[in-house]
């Protein structure tokens, strides 16, 4: 399994951002993707995720209405759409797989909004 994220960058408060996820080695359309994020100092926390088909989403509560996830299932791809930011949106984002009784992760790209 690899995933590799790509979008981040400097931003400024109520700007947007997109970042892209693309994966390889696995089924992609199988397999529910999320977004997780950290921010310096704090733990790893999750941001939003996606059901194989896009039928389902769900959002942690501080991005719920600004952020929007969302698949391609043609290119193996995920994506986070990420408006209004706000400066506590910053942080390491990363892309985020369960497959065959193991967790993946991206390298993570940097998410970073300051004025």
């Known amino acids: 399994v690899q995933l590799v994220e790509s979008g981040g960058g400097l931003v400024q408060p109520g700007g947007s951002l997109r970042l892209s996820c693309v994966a390889s080695?696995?089924?992609?359309?199988?397999?529910?993707m999320s977004w997780y994020r950290q921010a310096p100092g704090k733990e790893r926390e999750f941001v939003a995720t996606v059901s194989r088909t896009n039928g389902i989403t769900n959002y942690h509560d501080s991005v719920e209405g600004r952020f929007t996830i969302s698949r391609d299932n043609t290119k193996n791809t995920v994506g986070l759409q990420m408006n209004s930011l706000k400066l506590e949106d910053t942080a390491v984002y990363y892309c985020?797989?369960?497959?065959?009784?193991?967790?993946?992760w991206g390298q993570g790209t940097q998410v970073t909004v300051s004025s």
């Open positions: 985020y797989t369960y497959v065959a009784g193991k967790s993946s």
């Open positions: 080695g696995f089924t992609f359309s199988n397999y529910p």
